[in-house]
């Protein structure tokens, strides 16, 4: 989930925003120019920028979203992938994946450019996992 938000377009900019305003504060305080107020300011809006989309964004998602809670099974077949517990089943043609990408911890499927899947890799076996990267990868164009 961090690696989502980290990626979007928004938040980049904002980073990038937060990283010009400290470093050039930090250089006009530095040189005497101004006084430490600004440069203080910056790191603060660095520290919970960092904080908030690190720790605080992911962890109010995980809390709000039923589906994060829930347990599943996810089935990669050559036409289709199908996700399946309890209360149902759905299957996705690869066609409807606009993108993935791959996290340490997930695959993220995207639907659209604000709406994805997230597949944990803890349940997939380390001699299934190549395998599953490769028809991920095969099927899906990668960002």
Same mark, same amino acid.
């Given at each position: 989930?961090?690696?989502?938000?980290?990626?979007?377009?928004?938040?980049?900019?904002?980073?990038?925003?937060?990283?010009?305003?400290?470093?050039?504060?930090?250089?006009?305080?530095?040189?005497?120019?101004?006084?430490?107020?600004?440069?203080?300011?910056?790191?603060?809006?660095?520290?919970?920028?960092?904080?908030?989309?690190?720790?605080?964004?992911?962890?109010?998602?995980?809390? %709000?979203?039923?589906?994060? %809670?829930?347990?599943?099974?996810?089935?990669?077949?050559?036409?289709?992938?199908?996700?399946? /517990? /309890?209360?149902?089943?759905?299957?996705?043609?690869?066609? %409807?994946?606009?993108?993935?990408?791959?996290?340490?911890?997930?695959?993220?499927?995207?639907?659209?450019?604000?709406?994805?899947?997230?597949?944990?890799?803890? /349940?997939?076996?380390?001699?299934?996992?190549?395998?599953?990267?490769?028809?991920?990868?095969?099927?899906?164009?990668?960002?």
């Amino acid at each position: 989930m961090r690696f989502h938000f980290i990626a979007q377009k928004e938040i980049r900019i904002l980073f990038i925003v937060i990283i010009l305003f400290d470093l050039i504060s930090g250089i006009l305080y530095f040189t005497g120019k101004i006084h430490p107020a600004p440069f203080l300011l910056g790191a603060v809006i660095w520290f919970f920028f960092l904080i908030s989309f690190w720790y605080l964004m992911p962890g109010i998602v995980y809390k %709000r979203s039923e589906t994060f %809670r829930d347990t599943f099974t996810i089935y990669f077949q050559p036409a289709y992938i199908a996700l399946e /517990n /309890n209360k149902g089943r759905v299957e996705w043609d690869w066609k %409807r994946f606009l993108y993935f990408f791959e996290s340490p911890h997930f695959f993220h499927l995207y639907f659209s450019e604000k709406s994805f899947f997230l597949v944990p890799k803890d /349940n997939v076996s380390p001699d299934d996992l190549p395998a599953v990267r490769s028809l991920v990868s095969s099927r899906i164009k990668s960002k």
